[in-house]
């Protein structure tokens, strides 16, 4: 664990700060970018109001200073005084138009040359920008005519001529504030919506970053486990969500530890009762040169039960590195591994539970004896405990059936059943078993073998009337 501890860290991101500087960048970036988009787009609007509304003032002053020429008695002004109200309206001419005749009241005597003509009572928003841009690059050396309609008495329409230069400077003016304005509006926006953002995502999402990285690297640390905020959104979940998982994860990583440590303690454990095994295996063979009948009976059982318990023993640190063994298969007559069986799950002469081999006499299948004895013994204590714990009495019945793909042998018992609780978790192994203080190995154990053969183990049926498990073993070729 330490040296895989070692790789993650130094796998790990040198600077976190450097990351994160990172993406609170690109987030002011992309803020500036859009803030920045909209100030652009509003700006040709903005110019094209600006042009339309010098338009209408120019057209304002040229009507009135019409209006003042029609106050003298004949309408007649002198050319000093006409340039006056020429210059103080800012245009070259006026023309009205009344009952479709057109009147020049005022003009210059050496005009500008008219290049564009705007008809304000019939251009549309588009090529009113249009022509905007147009006249914000002009050279500003003609003069524009512009018609429309007057605000004030003295004619149906007035026609006048603007120069250009005038209007060309207004509207550089105009556009250098409005741009100078507008991203100083635009930075305002951009850092009160960056600091809003970083505030609300990009902070949490920093938390969740220092907190992940800081788990992976002292996960048995548990002040490294996430504590959730109280928000309710997507981030919030994902604390949570992030807070349960490293629970979980440093659980697993306790157990592991312990199961470790169990392990070093079984291998000693192994060691020693291998040596008391093999005494005896010695003491047992003497026993089976006896003449007592009875002597000669149970030599063999316990001669065999010795070599199981010796077998196991040599087998466990394999067991503990690299799961079972491979099966080694070979033909098995069923009934009689399952005689076998019945001498050593427990059951006591005194006993009211029967144990019935309802097997075919000839069935053979094809397995490791040794594992699957295992498998059968695992089995049947259980149900004998059971039934020992709850009713003191009743009956365990193995059977097997056979078809053209699979061999199915059921073990049933008409104990007490298997609580809901423990259902989900009945094949894992130092899970709370079906019995007080049990770890729950015997059915992982059974589970193992059996899947090492090609097979499973489910659990068919249980309740107030008993439980049911069956084996399905496919044929082996």
């Known amino acids: 664990m330490t040296a895989l501890r070692m790789t993650e860290q130094s796998s790990a991101p040198k600077s976190l700060n450097d990351r994160e500087f990172s993406l609170s960048v690109k987030l002011l970036l992309v803020t500036l970018a859009f803030v920045t988009l909209g100030v652009l787009l509003t700006f040709p ?8 509304a010098w338009f209408e003032r120019h057209l304002d002053a040229g009507q009135l200073a019409t209006l003042a020429l029609e106050a003298t008695p004949d309408n007649i002004v002198s050319y000093d005084l006409e340039q006056e109200l020429l210059a103080n309206a800012g245009v070259v001419s006026v023309v009205l138009v009344r009952n479709d005749n057109r009147q020049l009241i005022l003009y210059q005597q050496t ?26 690059f002009s050279s500003g050396d003609d003069a524009y005519r512009i018609i429309g309609i ?22 550089e003016d105009y556009a250098g504030e409005v741009i100078a304005i507008g991203f100083f509006v635009a930075l305002i926006a951009a850092l009160v919506l960056f600091f809003s953002l970083r505030y609300m995502f990009v902070v949490p999402m920093q938390r969740l970053t220092i907190n992940m990285v ?24 994902a604390e949570r969500e992030l807070s349960v998982m490293q629970l979980g994860i440093r659980a697993t990583l306790g157990q592991r530890s312990r199961l470790a440590a169990l392990g070093e303690a079984v291998s000693k454990i192994n060691h020693d009762l291998r040596n008391i095994l093999t005494t005896a295996q ?18 063999p059982l316990l001669l065999s039960s010795v070599d199981r318990a010796i077998a196991l023993c040599t087998s466990t640190l394999s067991y503990g590195q690299a799961g079972e063994t491979p ?38 299948i094809n397995i490791d004896p040794d594992q699957f ?11 004998v405990q059971a039934l020992q714990e709850e009713k003191k009495s009743g009956t365990i019945t193995i059977s097997a059936t056979s078809d ?18 423990i259902r989900d978790n009945l094949f894992k192994a130092f899970t709370r078993g079906t019995r007080h203080n049990s770890l729950g190995l015997g059915l992982s154990i059974a589970n193992e073998l059996v899947r090492g053969h090609g097979g499973h183990i489910e659990l068919e049926s249980t309740g107030p009337e008993g439980t049911v498990f069956c084996i399905n073993l496919p044929h082996h070729e």
């Open 373 to 383: 004895f295992r498998v059968l013994l695992n089995l049947g204590r259980n149900a």
């Open 45 to 52: 609007p903005l110019i094209s109001g600006f042009r339309t």
């Open 150 to 171: 007057p605000r004030h008495a003295g004619g149906g329409v007035v026609e006048v001529v603007i120069p250009a230069m005038p209007l060309r400077l207004a509207m």
């Open 214 to 237: 800081g788990f992976r690297q002292q996960p048995e640390n548990a002040n490294s486990v996430m504590k959730p905020s109280k928000r309710r959104d997507e981030i919030g979940n």
């Open 282 to 299: 010695l003491i047992g063979d003497r026993l089976s040169d006896a003449e007592d009948p009875t002597v000669k009976r149970l030599s």
């Open 111 to 136: 005009p500008l040359p008219i290049s564009n003509t705007f008809d304000l009572r019939s251009e549309g928003w588009l090529s009113s920008i249009a022509h905007s841009f147009v006249l914000l």
């Open 327 to 364: 099966p080694e298969r070979k033909s098995v007559n069923l009934a009689a591994l399952i005689s076998d069986v019945s001498q050593s799950v427990g059951l006591e002469p005194e006993t009211d539970i029967r144990w019935c081999n309802d097997v075919p006499p000839d069935m053979i």
């Open 404 to 421: 053209e793909t699979d061999t199915k042998v059921r073990l049933r018992d008409n104990g007490p059943g298997i609580p809901d609780h």
